[in-house]
């Protein structure tokens, strides 16, 4: 049987078909529109503490297939139709992604800084290779509970709670699915670490050193922080959209959704919910990396 994605690109057994078969087939294919449309109006792709996954749910939902919507009316849908609550729909995932993957995260980046570039700052270039490597080892650590959360948000599946929903995928599909989307996650995540580490280097570097030992220093390095967020974020958007198609339909490979998304919506589709991901993203990376700053210079360690 063709799965969605290609059901329009397959031929009704028999050669001629008639009237009536046509039909059938058009009518099969309206059903198909309409169940990617639900899915995507409700899922998730990249998690954030609770504060932020009201920005993540509009950020879902206005991604390919909900049609030219603003942020606004996007949120009155979400409200109207699943009450304030579903705007933090995902948030126990959230929790169970965010906290461990923070820390991978920041070790990960502390060990190899401490290990390549002890003696000196790292370049711009070498940046962008500890925030990409850091990312890299994150991302493939926590894809398994990153697919499991796109889940819980698209209403398509009915899980009762994290690792219940590790034992059902395991189960049904296999432990690959909890890897699937892995290269098209990779492709958005690891370059925005790595674009966001090069800016946040930079503009840091570039302030003067009185600001950098005061008391100001955190609302400087949060400063830096928002404005390499929101380069990397609107960088990178298209990587999102395509790795969320992945995730949602395990049946899709990554040149299958790139395919589909621009031939249903064209280049723009590649940039839904480009402000609701970009707010989001920027904020959390924003404190993420001044919390960072602030612990490291409390315990006397060179960020």
């Known amino acids: 049987m063709c799965s969605l994605n290609t059901f329009e690109n397959c031929n009704i057994e028999g050669g001629s078909a008639d009237t009536s078969e046509w039909r059938a087939a ?11 449309l639900h899915v995507e109006r409700n899922y998730g792709t990249v998690t954030g503490p609770p504060g932020h996954q009201s920005l993540h749910t509009l950020q879902s939902s206005m991604q390919p297939g909900s049609g030219r919507v603003g942020m606004m009316t996007v949120l009155r849908s979400v409200v109207r139709t699943e009450r ?35 003696d000196g700052s790292p370049g711009a270039m070498e940046a962008v290779l500890l925030g990409g490597g ?10 398994p509970v990153t697919v499991i959360k796109t889940r819980f948000e698209c209403g398509r599946y009915s899980y009762g709670s994290v690792t219940g929903a590790l034992r059902s995928v395991c189960r049904t ?60 974020s609107l960088i990178t958007q298209p990587a999102d959209v395509v790795k969320t198609h992945v995730q ?56």
């Open 173 to 232: 599909e296999g432990p690959a699915a909890l890897f699937s989307g892995l290269m098209a996650t990779l492709l958005r995540d690891v370059p925005f670490s790595g674009i966001y580490v090069m800016f946040y280097s930079q503009t840091k570097a570039s302030l003067p050193k009185e600001i950098s030992t005061s008391a100001s220093a955190p609302l400087a390095n949060f400063s830096c922080g928002v404005l390499s967020g929101i380069v990397a």
């Open 26 to 36: 058009e009518r099969q294919i309206d059903k198909g529109r309409r169940e990617i």
């Open 248 to 303: 949602v339909n395990p049946q899709l490979r990554t040149a299958e959704a790139i395919r589909y998304i621009y031939m249903e919506h064209g280049l723009q589709g590649f940039f839904r919910a480009a402000v609701p991901r970009a707010l989001r993203r920027t904020m959390i990376a924003a404190m993420a990396w001044t919390v960072y700053e602030q612990m490291m210079a409390r315990f006397g360690l060179k960020s």
């Open 134 to 143: 850091a990312r890299t080892v994150a991302g493939v650590f926590m894809l």
């Open 84 to 118: 304030l609550l579903g705007l933090w729909k995902g948030v126990s995932p959230s929790f169970a992604r965010t906290i461990p993957g923070v820390g991978i995260y920041f070790s990960t980046y502390y060990s190899l800084k401490q290990h390549f570039f002890q």
